[in-house]
Structure formats: C-alpha cells, structure tokens
C-alpha cells in the first residue's frame, strides 16, 4: 500500500509532464542514435529529458514576463546550465538505485496505467488502443513510458527514505515560541509639534542648502531610462472607426435583456408549515394585531431569510398573478408553494422599462466602436513587426501607421500615461541600448514599440525642485531637535524613579506587544527598540516630527493560548524541514555524483539546442 500511495502523484505528474513537454517536439529532428546528453555513473541523461526541461523554463520565463523569448536570451539568464544540473542530480539518484538493484515491479506499473483516465474507453475501462494512442501523440513508445513510470517511482523510494523521518527538535520550536510570542508591556508618551512650546525659526537659505547635501540620498533621482516610443490605443482610432447600422443593431439583439425589462417586484416570501397556520397569520395580519417582521420572528427567522430580491413573473411561476396583483406594501396570502403555503410581502414594483434602439444608440457606439477599434489595433501588429523588421524606425511609425510617439523619462517612480500599464513598466525595466524594438501589447489591446536612448545616472536632484521637501525634512528635524531638548532631563528624572505623571508627561498609550506587533504611527525601528530594553529602562525614539518617551514595565512569556503564534510557529517549522530536505537531497546527490562520476556530451548538447534556434 505503501508504494501505491507514493507512486500514483508521481505518475499522474509524469503523465503531464510527457504531454506538456513533447507536445510538438520533432524526435526526428535529432539523431536516430542520439539517446543521451551524458550520464551519471550507470543511469543515462536522455536526450528528450533534457529537450523537455529547456522547453519548460523558457515557457515559464514567458509567462512571467509576457513576451517571447529567445534561446539566446535563455541563455544569458543561465536555463541551460539550471536544467541539466537538475538532470544530473536527478540521474545520481538514478545510479544509486541501479546500483543497489531497486526497482519497481511491473505489477505496481500495471496498476498505476490501468488507473489512468487517459487511457479509459468510453466503457471506463482500460483501452489498449487509447493507451498507445496517448503515448504517440507525445512520441513515446509503451516501453520508454513505463520504464520512465519506473525511474521516477525508484527514485521517490530513495528520496522517501532519505527524507522519512526529517523532523527539527523540540528546542527549534521552543526557541522560536520565546522570539516571536515573548509580550513587552510598555507604557509611552508622543510627543509632536503640538508639544512644543517655542516658535519654529523660518529656514533660511543655508539652513535648506546644508539639509539638502546632509540628506541627498532623500533627493537623488534613480537611475532614469530616457526611451522614446510608439503606442496605438483604441481611443485613439475609435472615432475614426466606421460602424454599420447592422452591427449596432446585432449587439442591440445581443443585450435586449438589458435594455427590455419587464415589471418587477420586490419582495418576501414566509412559508408556513400549513393552510391554517398561513390563514391564521393573515387574519392576524389583516386585523392589525401584528406585523409582518413579527411574524417572521415567530418562525425563528431574520428577514433576509425572507427576502427572494427582485424577481420578475415568470420567477414566481403559478405565484405571479397574486402577487403582481398587490401594490407596494400589501401582503398576499395565502398562496400556495412548491415549499407550502406561504404569505408575500411586496416591498416596491419597479415598473417595466424599454430602451429603444434609437436611445441604446450612443451605448451601443461605444461598445461596439471600442471592440472594434481593439481588432482594428490587433490587425496592425504583423503590419507594424514588418516595418520595423524592414529597418523603419520607432520614429518612422508615427508616420507610417496610426501609432503615436512619444518620449519618456522612465525609472520605477513614473508611471503617468503609458508607464501606467504594468507591461510597458516590465518591459522599461529589462530595457537596454543592444533591444531591437518590437511590438508588444497592453491589457487593454494597445500596442507599442519603443527604444531605449539613454541611461541618464542618479543624480541630486537641484534644490529648487525638491524645495518644498526640503523645506517639510528640515521643519521635522527641527521640531525633533526641540522636542529633544525639551524632554531629555525628563527622561533622566525617571530613569531615577520618576513616573511619566511626576514629570507632566502624558501618557499616550500602553500595550502589550510582540515582535510581530506594531504602534501607530512608530517608526521602523520601533519594536526592535522595545525588544532591546530592560525593565524598567526609559527611552528616546525619534520619528519624523515626533519623539517617543518609551518606558519597558515588565516582560512577559508567550502566551499558551496565542492560536495565531502558534500556526505561525508551526510554518516556521515546515518551511525549516523542508529547507533542510532540500540540503540532504543535495549533500546525497553531490556524494553520488563524486562516487559515479560525470560524462557530458558537448555535441549532444549542442544539439539539442539547434532545435531552439
């Protein structure tokens, strides 16, 4: 049971993996005789393994980025030195157990297969025909699927024994559980602007000059990109956009429900368990000695219990002509229900409403008109890639197509017009000067182009134009140095025993805090400045405009019934044995690969990655 329970995940990974990774992958493109890229000791590095792991990661890397991305471009980001030590350690686990003779038995294989949908009949059974269909269509043959079932199956026995059993200490938890949940009861005093109590000097000019190069690292612009570009959005072409009358009218058929409504009502719905009790509540009803609401509460239920919304005739069924009958207020009753006999309260009627097409007009321009203008977008994509692949520049769009260009000044702080589209954010990001400029899109369905003209370096950014910060960080220091001034012998009366009432300080607040808790308006450094106390001790802590008398009155343990400490703490834990499974892995497989030994095919790989290029 033991071996099934291990074995089906990895199979069911494997199986897609297969598919994925072959999907498309011409086996005749290499050599007939080109089985493997290298080996470790007894257990090959096949040639397809190795195709497969370079097609995944590139994959991946386009997802992430959203572009294509070349072979090349895998390269420098290192895909093919990743893929094949991963091979190569997943081969050291392959020659240990060949080595060892552990293998798995062909029943454990057949059970695996036999359970798999992709091979069922329409019968839900296993199909022979289906089976070796599936594995065609990935250029497998049965033999190389199973003995690659196989591999993986010996290879998680290893790893399973490795791994059995990796667990931290007691101590591990322990430690963590003091870190994170000891409690520092603390007790403070803010003391801001408000608190001084001598006027504010105005700044002079040397005073800005001096605050200004003292804090440059505040006002030095990062590194800029100055990159010119080409875009076409559909607002730009969507009044250019010609839209016949049939067109406006399919998309006005297409949404009748939203411009035809009939009547409707809103209301409420109480069932009864039978025809007497429902007349009894009505006659009740009727006579004034209660309310529907407290007959809601009779049966035990709030009124959103009774609520059915809005709901049109025909969701009322053999109901609608009672109900539809009754004005605003009115309780009908009782009527029968497929859920008994039940009484409606009509809470509003909202009359029926038509929009004809003549008034669904400048809506359905607009809808129609922005769809259209996004294909009409959409179709110059291959127009604009054959421009710029015949050696027209980002400028030459804006004369040759309905793109716009445009200059930028762009770091990670810009994001006004096209630096507002996360895509042309990413793509700025990973620009250089050797980018050749290619189309690329937008969420919305836009389009651009763009080159990269110049890297301009941080720089200081001259004082006039940070004037106002400048002036708002010397005014904040300012303030701290007096707030300073006014309470440091405060402090020093109570570091001799004095409480924050015997010296007129006001007590802002007092908490209990751990290391994962916060005080509004700290700053950073403000926990591990709690957490560094002794009992007892008082301290400063600067903030910008503000101070913090801060006073540590005792430290308390962990609390045992802290749940969220604990999930925490237990995280901490899993995310710790795993780290360490990991290490053990490596540290097994480094140790095969010096005992095996490695041989590596440069011309087989090679090979492989002719395929890519």
Excluded: C
């Excluded at 890229?37 to 497969?52: C, L, N, P, S, T």
């Excluded at 029968?336 to 009509?346: E, K, M, Q, V």
């Excluded at 309470?487 to 607040?509: A, C, H, R």
């Amino acid at each position: 049971m033991a071996s099934k329970s291990i074995t089906k995940p990895l199979v069911w990974i494997l199986m897609g993996l297969l598919i994925l990774g072959l999907g498309g992958f011409g086996v005749t493109s290499l050599s007939g005789t080109l089985r493997s890229v290298g080996k470790v000791g007894e257990a090959d590095i096949r040639v397809d393994e190795y195709f497969r792991g370079l097609q995944q990661e590139i994959n991946a890397l386009q997802a992430s980025r959203g572009e294509p991305v070349s072979f090349i471009q895998a390269s420098t980001e290192g895909i093919p030195e990743r893929v094949l030590s991963q091979l190569i350690s997943r081969a050291a686990f392959d020659h240990e157990m060949i080595a060892s003779g552990v293998s798995v038995g062909d029943d454990v294989i057949g059970e695996q297969i036999l359970a798999m949908p992709q091979f069922r009949g329409g019968d839900g059974e296993f199909n022979r025909e289906a089976y070796r269909f599936s594995l065609e269509q990935v250029g497998l043959s049965e033999r190389d699927f199973e003995e690659n079932m196989r591999r993986e199956t010996s290879r998680s026995f290893l790893q399973a024994a490795v791994l059995a059993g990796v667990t931290l200490p007691d101590a591990y938890g322990d430690a963590l559980a003091s870190y994170l949940g000891e409690r520092r009861a603390i007790t403070w005093s803010l003391q801001t602007r408000n608190d001084v109590e001598v006027g504010l000097p105005q700044p002079t000019d040397a005073d800005l000059e001096a605050y200004h190069q003292e804090n440059a690292a505040l006002f030095t612009r990062p590194e800029t990109k100055r990159i010119t570009y080409a875009w076409l959005t559909p607002e730009m072409i969507v009044d250019t956009v010609e839209i016949d009358e049939q067109s406006l009218r399919d998309a006005y058929d297409a949404q009748i429900d939203q411009f035809k409504q009939p009547e409707r009502r809103m209301v409420d719905r109480l069932v009864y368990p039978s025809q007497e009790d429902a007349a009894a509540a009505a006659e009740r009803l009727a006579i004034g000695t209660t309310t529907f609401s407290d007959l809601v509460a009779e049966r035990g239920l709030q009124l959103s219990d009774t609520d059915l919304g809005v709901v049109t005739a025909s969701d009322l069924g053999a109901n609608a002509d009672s109900v539809f009958a009754g004005l605003t207020g009115n309780v009908i009753g009782p009527v029968d229900t497929d859920l008994g006999p039940a009484l409606f309260r009509i809470n509003a009627i909202l009359e029926a409403q038509e929009t004809t097409f003549e008034d669904a007009l400048p809506q359905l321009r607009e809808s129609v008109g922005a769809d259209r203008a996004r294909r009409v977008v959409e179709a110059q994509v291959d127009s604009v890639d054959d421009l710029l692949a015949g050696g027209a520049t980002v400028e030459d769009l804006g004369t040759e197509t309905d793109m716009q260009v445009g200059l930028i000044d762009w770091n990670p702080t810009v994001s006004d017009d096209i630096a507002a589209y996360e895509a042309f954010r990413e793509a700025a990001a990973s620009l250089t000067e050797n980018d050749f400029p290619e189309v690329m899109q937008l969420d919305d369905g836009s389009i651009f182009a763009m080159r990269l003209d110049e890297v301009i370096p941080p720089e200081l950014a001259p004082l006039d134009e940070v004037r106002e910060a400048v002036v708002e960080g010397w005014v904040n220091e300012t303030y701290v140095e007096l707030l300073v001034e006014k309470v440091t012998p405060l402090i020093e009366q109570m570091q001799s025993g004095k409480t924050f009432e015997g010296v007129d300080l006001p007590v802002t607040g007092t908490q209990e805090l751990t290391r994962r808790g916060f005080v509004d308006n700290a700053p950073a450094d403000f926990i591990d400045r709690v957490f560094s106390m002794k009992p007892g001790e008082v301290a400063l802590i600067r903030g910008p405009g503000r101070v913090f008398v801060l006073k540590l009155d005792r430290i308390e343990t962990p609390d045992e019934e802290d749940t969220d400490l604990a999930q925490v703490i237990e995280q901490l834990r899993n995310e710790a044995a795993g780290t360490l499974s990991r290490d053990y892995l490596q540290i097994l497989a480094a140790d095969i690969r010096g005992r095996a030994g490695i041989e590596i095919d440069d011309a087989a790989i090679n090979a492989v990655h002719l395929n890519f290029q």
